[in-house]
């Protein structure tokens, strides 16, 4: 385990800050703590009121609970968010109640930036050949990931192959496909 303050210290060292804000590249946060100004047309009521506009700051993540994130440095596309030119974006969250490490982070970041050591030098001859060096690597950066994260909820699930997304967690199911198949069970 490693504490936020040393986290943030090693990723500037290695990579670095942003050449036109002077601000990390990277940063471990704990989502719970963040906040951001957005424009809303919601009252304090929650009531919506058309052409009525304010900037409120409101929680980051609001989707997340307890739970730490890896933030990259964006420009900011967001037309509704007020933090400046440059805003830090969710790169990776650990799974609530997984302790912050070092690894992983470290490994997000390298893959976020494309800078994963790579030892093959063998060039494919074919497609099919390529296709096969490909999936090899997913598999190796899989089974490096889950070497990492050896926690027994994250671990576990992984290795299972029984991971869930948050939304079906919640029973949430975002597919057309199947939302369709239950309109047809629910007679809808």
């Not at 967001?78 to 990776?92: A, I, P, R, S």
């Not at 030098?121 to 099919?128: E, F, G, I, L």
């Not at 990492?148 to 192959?161: A, E, F, H, I, N």
């Amino acid at each position: 385990m490693i504490t936020k303050e040393a986290c943030n210290e090693r990723l500037l060292e290695q990579f670095g800050r942003h050449l036109s804000t002077d601000l990390p590249r990277f940063r471990v946060v704990w989502a719970p703590d963040e906040l951001e100004k957005r424009t809303t047309e919601l009252t304090d009521a929650g009531l919506y009121v058309e052409g009525f506009k304010q900037i409120r700051e409101m929680p980051k993540y609001r989707w997340l609970g307890d739970q730490w994130v890896v933030e990259r440095l964006h420009a900011n596309y967001h037309k509704d968010v007020f933090e400046g030119n440059y805003v830090y974006e969710c790169l990776v969250a650990f799974p609530e109640g997984l302790p912050l490490k070092w690894e992983p982070v470290e490994f997000a970041c390298r893959k976020a930036l494309s800078i994963i050591p790579n030892d093959d030098s063998v060039q494919p001859k074919t497609q099919k050949e390529a296709e096969y060096i490909d999936n090899e690597k997913k598999e190796k950066e899989k089974a490096a990931f889950r070497n990492m994260m050896d926690s027994t909820k994250l671990g576990s699930s992984l290795s299972d192959k029984n991971a869930q997304s948050y939304a079906n967690n919640k029973g949430i199911d975002y597919r057309p496909s199947h939302q369709k198949a239950k309109e047809i069970v629910n007679g809808c």
